[in-house]
């Protein structure tokens, strides 16, 4: 169940959001003013943040602020009146998720909160727990990585499409990030949106914005986030998700910088660089139909093909430094490296998750270790490979299952029968050859399946009972 957070000085509104959002099945928390909002947000987790714009003490801009600081990954959606859409569209181009207009449409609200809700979802799939990619620095001395930034320093300052893949949990948004402020474009808006976290119908809406009337729920004309970006530069994240229905639209748009909102007569022009980023094969995708090829070359003009985690080991320790300094400051602890051991051990493995399981996993250790040293004994045993009982919220390997039952480790000193072990040892090989396939795949869900000959379901099942990421509706995660 997501968590959402309604902020608004107006006990009536909060009254009847609440409601709303309660009944659509979201757990709901209120907060009278942006410094409530502040207070709530340290206590717990939120997936969702619906803030009004103008209240006393802290208003719904400087939440906003403060919120993509502190917890960037949180989506944040303002709703504002009439009068202030000005000030909304502003609210988008700073790095709001969405803006709503009083008096709200319910079914707006409910569209608008699910989208953000999936969003984040998706912000947390394999096994990530840490900040959006865009949040921290690009850490990397790596010959592959140098050649990363060699592309981005020639390029940045360019008015060409970019095309970024790489498996999810590479830092692909990161990237994004890195071109647009070493641009001539650096202060001008940069619009991110994941074409993943959008329903098909609502789609050509979400990029080219609507008039008045367009279709039901449309009961203020709104800007599309082509027209947000406008002399600034737009993120398509997961552009293999947009329908192939609106992929001629895009490629209109990216050639002509025209479009016309829906539901509109007026041909629109603006002035956007735009990037793209994929984990999934686009070329598969074409050669299988999705994908338009005119398309794919439309936007691949500058392809940047960012390498795993496993391809770039030496950057590891870098990575693993910049977390534990990172964590120790939120956590409040002194944590003051990695012991040679436990550093081995995170560069003997695969990292299926890549830099994203490295951040979740530093964050985990640090909330158990003692210190000064992350020792190998601290890490999950998943990672490094013994068959040890580690506790529930420390383990990335489930104890082995029987039909759904958990095998109940042998007690301290007890050597386990036959039966347990050969369970044991039968969900290390099957983990093994679920990670394997994905590796092959490049985390495509729907493909490792068909080469484990499972369904996309029981696979889905698996990850999530072995800790490799969530389980999701999806074939691929977000970045």
Known sequence: MSRVLVVDDEANLRKILSAHLRREGYDVVTAADGEAAQAELGARPFDVVVSDMVMPKVGGLELLRWVLQEHPQVPVIIVTAHGTVDSAVE???????????????????????????RQRDLSRSDVHGGDSASQRAIVGASAAMQDVFKIIDKVADTPSTVLISGESGTGKELVATALHESSGRKGKPFIKINCGAIPDNLVESELFGHERGAFTGAV?????????????????????????????????????????????LKTLTVDVRLIAATNRDLQAEIAAGRFREDLYYRLAVVPIALPALRERRDDIPLLAAHFIGKYNKRLNKRIEGLAPDALAALQGYDFPGNIRELENLVERTLLFADGPFIQRADLPAGVTGEARPTPAAHAALPAPTDAGRPVTPAPSGEALGLKDRVRQKMAELERDEIIKALD???????????????????????????GLRDATDRDDAAD
């Open 220 to 264: 203020t004309s709104k800007p599309g986030r082509f027209e947000l970006a406008d002399g600034g530069s737009l993120f398509l994240d997961e552009i293999g998700e947009v329908p192939p229905e609106m992929q001629v639209k895009l490629l209109r748009a990216l050639q002509h910088g025209e479009f016309e909102r829906v539901g509109g």
């Open 440 to 466: 092959e795949t490049s985390g495509n869900v729907s493909q490792a399946a068909k080469r484990l000959q499972i369904s996309r379901k029981t696979l889905q099942t698996k990850m999530k009972d072995f």
């Open 91 to 117: 609210a988008i181009k700073l790095g709001a998720f969405h803006y709503i207009t009083k008096p709200f449409d319910q079914d707006e609200l409910k569209q608008v909160v699910a989208m953000a809700a």
